[in-house]
C-alpha cells in the first residue's frame, strides 16, 4: 500500500477526496465529527499530509473560517497541511502564521455536487497556492503533486493567487446565471425561445453552454428547481468576496453597485422562484 493520507472534514468534499485516494492504493485516515469517524482524532497526527475539507461559511456576520482553524489544530507539527476549504484571499497565511510549525498549503477544489466523484478522480486542474515562496514550500506542494490524480493542467501559485483563483470562477459563474436570467426575460417579453437563444449562445467558445438555463435543474441534475445562482457555493461565495471587494476598495463605488445589484438580483430571483431559501437565510439571516 502507498503512504497514509489523513482527511479531516467528511462532507461531500472531503469523503469523496478519501475514496478517490483509497480507489488508487493509498491508506486513508478519515476524521471528522460525525461517527465512525470521530474515533480517528489521534489517528489523523500519524499523517504527514493532510487535507482539510470543512465548512467556511459566510453568514449574516461575514465569512467565518473557526471550524478551518480549529480542524488545522488537529493536525501534528510538522504536517503538509492542504486546505481544500473555500477560502477568502490572504486566509491561507493568516492560517500558516497561527501555525507555524505546520506547512499550510492550499488547492482549491473543482468538484460539481452530482458527479464528485468523477471529479475528484479526473481532476482538470490541480492548483497549489504557497503562503511564501521557499524552497520548503516548493517542495512540499511537490509532494502533495505527487499524491493527487494527474490533471492536464497543473500549477504552483501564490496561495492569494490560488484562493482567488476559486472565488473568481465562482463570482463569473454567479454572474453568468444573473446574466442569463435578465436575457431569458427579455426573450419572454418579446415571444423568443430561450431555448434557441441559449443553445446557439452556447455553441460560441467564448461562452459555452454552462450556466445559461433559467432552471438550476438543467445546470446540474438534482439541484432544486428554480431561478437564480444557488446552492451551497454560489450564494456564500459571492456574497464573502463582496464585501471583500468593499473592504479593499471602499473608494470604487461604481464597483461595488455592480456587485450589489448583481447580489441583489439573486435574491430577488431566489425568493420569487421560492429556491435554495434555507441557503439564502443562512447567508444573509431574516
Known amino acids: 500500500m502507498k503512504q497514509t493520507i489523513g482527511f479531516i472534514g467528511h462532507g461531500w468534499i ?9 480507489n488508487r492504493g493509498y491508506g486513508a485516515v478519515r476524521y471528522a465529527l ?29 465569512f467565518d473560517d473557526s471550524i478551518l482553524r480549529s480542524a ?3 493536525t501534528a507539527p510538522g504536517t503538509v497541511v492542504v486546505l481544500k476549504s473555500t477560502m477568502v484571499p490572504g486566509t491561507t497565511r ?7 510549525d505546520r506547512t499550510v498549503l492550499v488547492s482549491p477544489e473543482f468538484l ?13 486542474r490541480n492548483i497549489i497556492g504557497l ?4 524552497q520548503k514550500y ?77 432552471n438550476a435543474a438543467s445546470n446540474h441534475p438534482g439541484a432544486p428547481v428554480g431561478r437564480g445562482a444557488g446552492g451551497h457555493c454560489f450564494i456564500k461565495d459571492f456574497k464573502a468576496l463582496r464585501e471583500l471587494y468593499e473592504k479593499l476598495s471602499p473608494a470604487d463605488a461604481s464597483g461595488v453597485a455592480v456587485l450589489k445589484a ?6 430577488e430571483l431566489l425568493t420569487k422562484s421560492g429556491k435554495d431559501l434555507d441557503l439564502l437565510k443562512g447567508v444573509y439571516g431574516k
Open 14 to 22: 472531503g469523503k469523496n477526496y478519501a475514496d478517490d485516494f483509497e
Open 34 to 62: 460525525e461517527e465512525p469517524y470521530r474515533g480517528n482524532k489521534e489517528k489523523i497526527k500519524e499523517c504527514s499530509i493532510v487535507f482539510v475539507a470543512v465548512p467556511t461559511p459566510t453568514t449574516a456576520k461575514g
Open 72 to 74: 488545522v489544530g488537529n
Open 94 to 100: 493568516s492560517v500558516q502564521q497561527q501555525y507555524p
Open 112 to 124: 460539481v455536487e452530482s458527479h464528485a466523484a468523477y471529479d475528484a478522480a479526473h481532476p482538470a
Open 131 to 134: 503562503p511564501e515562496e521557499s
Open 138 to 214: 516548493r517542495d512540499a506542494a511537490e509532494q502533495v503533486l505527487a499524491v493527487l490524480p494527474k490533471a492536464p493542467f497543473e500549477s504552483i501559485c501564490t496561495s492569494d493567487e490560488a484562493e482567488l483563483i476559486k472565488y473568481a470562477g465562482n463570482m463569473f459563474l454567479f454572474t453568468k446565471v444573473i446574466f442569463a436570467n435578465v436575457m431569458y426575460d427579455i426573450a419572454q417579453t418579446l415571444g423568443a425561445d430561450w431555448e434557441k437563444v441559449s443553445m446557439v449562445l452556447g455553441v460560441d467558445p467564448r461562452i459555452g453552454p454552462s450556466h445559461l438555463k433559467v
Open 262 to 267: 448583481l447580489e441583489q438580483k439573486n435574491i
